[in-house]
């Protein structure tokens, strides 16, 4: 019997596998005299892991798992059981068989990804010829990184209504960063014929948290002075409880309540200055976090204050305070709220004196490739010197507002910009507004022949003002808008080309 899961998973190889007939299941349980004809064969159950690549702090992949000294609780209630164990004779009984963990003793490798595992009580548990076997567990011990151990106040589990506790836990950027991973119920009829015939079975473990990274950036000309950011109205503390009775509606599902609120993004030590456009700071790396529904996510507020270089209050000295208000789901990012087992990056960018809001949901297990940036990403260069430029000694030229004033119609404009990346693909030069009638640029597009030697590409065009001129007393403007052909797909990349928006100005008389 195999079950499937992406997610991390325990393998029990029951290998034609029996139980041991014990005393009360737990750890320091003892192995007592047995009857034979209970059980099926001699075969004692195997343990292994699975996974892959480690992405950030304190969450747990797949790879993570099979890890020395990782461990994970596991239950076994045998129910419809017929026989004997530890002296007790059942007809079609139910009972706790085992409580116990495992523990990886050989690291995963190439050859065998997922590990060697053991119980960690030394104790082999063997299958029972009779009855159903309902597997369940969770981690208690992440060999990974830090090799922490689950905190003690953060589970407790309920024996006799088979209730697993966890919490209540207030999630910020102090809290331990255990990724608390738990699994559904797996059940197992030994008298099955799938059972007989493939005898790995796999508990897969899920997330009980997502994620949540946020950081702000400086996509605007002035230089940004930030006193303070808070978040309100996400339920950071929360408790959770999940039923691993067989009678429960639904199994391994947890329920959540003691639901609170408080801000958890740290506290600015002092004004931090972003000073040029893309300039980023990240008020949080990817912290665990309690799931939340649409509705949270809806009342969920973040709130920057910062000054802007130069801009004072009417006395001239003091600088203007601003408190800009950003509702998490202003852009209806959210459309399941935040889900267990996702990570949610959220960048606030400043544009102007207002900020815009980009929200990325990455999945816990992902791939990732590794990239050479300078060859496969989109660049302008070292603080953005391949962004559009033209012409400085044109006396119409304007630097500090981008703006190419046209002196004479006759006139041909001569602009570039520099691609640091990528390597290969395509260039292409649009324009819009209402001066895109009366001007005709060349070339528009291209392919990136990249020099090497240089380390960039030049694209140099031309703007020729039409032969038919604007109405009297008008102006008219003309913007552009650059994109690159990466991996197949065309992409905006006018925040790194053109990022404030150079425009060719026609005032006709």
């Not at 990974?144 to 151990?149: A, C, E, F, K, W």
């Not at 102090?174 to 508990?203: H, K, M, R």
């Not at 020099?451 to 604007?470: E, I, K």
């Not at 065309?490 to 404030?500: G, L, M």
Request: proline share 5%; net charge negative.
């Amino acid at each position: 019997m195999t079950i499937f899961s992406k997610h991390n998973q325990l393998i029990f190889s029951a290998l034609a596998s029996l139980f041991v007939l014990s005393s009360l299941p737990s750890c320091q349980r003892e192995p007592s005299p047995v009857d034979e004809n209970l059980y099926l064969t001699d075969e004692p159950i195997l343990i292994q892991a699975a996974g892959s690549d480690v992405q950030t702090r304190g969450l747990l992949n797949k790879a993570d798992l099979p890890k020395v000294d990782s461990k994970v609780k596991v239950y076994d209630y045998l129910t419809g059981f017929s026989g004997v164990i530890d002296g007790q004779k059942y007809t079609n009984g139910n009972v706790m068989y085992i409580d116990d963990e495992v523990k990886c003793v050989t690291p995963g490798s190439e050859t065998n990804p997922e590990g060697v595992w053991n119980f960690a009580s030394g104790h082999n548990w063997r299958w029972t010829r009779t009855g159903t076997h309902h597997f369940y567990g969770w981690l208690t011990h992440d060999g990974n990184g830090s090799g922490m151990d689950i905190p003690s106040e953060w589970a407790s589990f309920d024996p006799g209504s088979k209730t697993l506790g966890v919490g209540p836990i207030t999630m910020n950027t102090d809290t331990p960063q255990f990724d608390f991973s738990y699994s559904d119920i797996v059940a197992v009829d030994v008298e099955s014929d799938d059972f007989a015939a493939d005898g790995t079975i796999e508990l897969p473990l899920k997330h009980l948290f997502s994620a949540l990274a946020i950081s702000i950036r400086n996509d605007g000309e002035d230089v940004i002075n930030l006193t303070s950011v808070t978040i309100s109205g996400m339920n950071n503390t929360k408790s959770a409880a999940i039923d691993y009775s067989i009678t429960a509606s639904s199994p391994g599902v947890p329920r959540f309540s003691n639901q609170s609120s408080s801000n958890f993004i740290p506290a600015l030590a002092s004004p931090v200055e972003l000073t040029r456009t893309g300039a980023t700071l990240s008020l949080m790396d990817y912290t665990l976090m309690w799931p939340q529904t649409i509705r949270e996510v809806e009342g969920t507020v973040i709130t920057v204050n910062y000054t802007i270089a130069g801009d004072y209050k009417e006395d001239g000295t003091t600088l203007t305070p601003y408190s800009v208000h950003v509702d998490l789901n202003q852009n209806g990012d959210f459309v399941e709220g935040m889900k267990a087992g996702s990570k949610y990056s959220v960048l606030l960018r400043f544009v102007g004196k207002t900020i815009d809001l980009k929200l990325i949901v990455l999945p816990w297990d992902y791939n990732e490739y590794s990239y050479d940036y300078s060859r496969d990403a989109i660049d302008s260069g070292p603080d953005g010197a391949g962004e559009i430029d033209f012409d400085q000694h044109y006396p119409g030229y304007n630097r500090s507002s981008r703006t190419m004033t046209l002196q004479s119609q006759t006139d041909v404009l001569q602009g570039s910009f520099m691609i640091y990346g990528p390597h290969s693909g395509e260039w292409a030069l649009s324009v819009w507004g209402d001066g895109a009638d009366y001007f005709t640029v060349y070339p528009t597009q291209g392919e990136i022949n990249f020099d090497l030697s240089s380390g960039r590409q030049v694209v140099s065009f031309t703007v020729t003002p039409s032969t038919t001129a604007p109405d009297a007393g008008t102006e008219v403007a003309l913007h552009f808008n650059v994109a690159i052909l990466l991996n197949g797909e065309w992409v905006d990349a006018n925040s790194e080309f053109n990022r404030k928006d150079w425009k060719i100005v026609w005032r006709q008389q």
